[in-house]
């Protein structure tokens, strides 16, 4: 996996362009951030949830020398979004004299995603990044299986796009609760197969040429249950997986716990984004430990996701 101090980051000032409802509490943000660094899939922003240089309801608390800082009863329960919060990159499209649109799909989990959904076209926000390694695109292998579950589809589409760039034949098996929730845009003429197994049914997909099937928790579309057995089913009709296949996932850690362990079974290279809470997202925090496999005497030791990951080789995972 390469590392981040290969790319430049800093903070920066985008202008939102769209901040659309695509499904139940998710929403897809545009950002012109013009001269954002060169990003790659797999990478993620730190995004400020408050219009830059706003003070209203910005608590100022003193902190005098040699003394602890004094809080009020307000100050201490207050949800203020005091810090900025990681979300993944979905793409980008860069243009002329520098101009650069990234994506943002996000769903709403706290008080700073619920004020980002109210965000309007025309407004300005902090932009720190990019941030985090990237998904490695492995030369010699010729395919690519790309699972994603819930917010962990976002950075999937990234990587389609960069899949498709490097020539790889690429499918994607998504996952949610319910179709209410998957943020995701059904061709108009596309058919979701029941049984989980990739078609042209996408439209995200479809336009960087990848087939995508679905699976949802509560059957509401496509195959009911576990994204992870459709990609099996699909696995066992693929000749050498273990010599041509990469996979690539993405999601909520059992689903991703068990693609790994399937395709660590199979001997195929598997490469997945931890989710951790993370404060800075530049190593400083120490917010974000996860354990990896190390030569120590535990076996392990611990490595920051948002400097050292967040992706990493499925066989270095201690779960
Ligand atoms: Fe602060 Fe990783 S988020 S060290």
New binding site residues.
Partial sequence: MSKVSASPRGTFTGEVLANEQVCDGHYRLILDVPHFPPSRPGQFVQLQCRYPGEREGVHVVEWPPGQAPKFTQAELTDREPFLRR?LSLAGRRDHARGAVELDILYRISGTGTAWLSGVTPGKSLSVLGPLGNAFPIDAGKPAAALIGGGVGIPPMLYLAAALQAAGKKTVAFNGSRSSCLLPLRLLPAGKVRPDGLPSHCIAEFAAWGVDAGVATDDGSLGFAGLVSRPFEQWLDQQPQPDRDLVVYTCGPEPMMKAVAEICISRNIQCYLSLE??????????????CKIKADTPQGWSFK????DGPVFDARAVVW
């Fill in positions: 990681p951790r809470h993370m404060a800075c997202g530049m190593g400083t925090c120490q917010s974000c430990v920051l996701c948002c400097t």
